[in-house]
């Protein structure tokens, strides 16, 4: 008997009419417990002090970080390509580059 390797399974991934539509989000809250990781997208807006959850991604602390090194290779080739993303101020500084319209109106 000889030992072959084995070829990679080929997946079909089903992209639906809606989800093909995608969701907006420009903030991702990202929580974990020893058994998984949790993010939440959510979408923040100018002048509206709340913001909702669009959808939540729940994976195991592998796929995390099978995901992460996806992201890291990805963000690598997109800054090749078009040069490097820039980010303005501390992510956590809660102003998420919007300017209120009331300045006693704060994003958190």
Sequence with gaps: MTNQPQQPQQINIELGEKEAEGIYSNLAIITHSPAEFVVDFTRVLPGVPKA?????????PQHAKLLLKALEDNIDKFEKKFGEIKIQGEPSSGGFGFQPIDPEVRIH
């Excluded at 909702?52 to 195991?60: D, G, L, N």
């Design 52 to 60: 909702k959850v669009h959808a939540r991604i729940i994976m195991t």
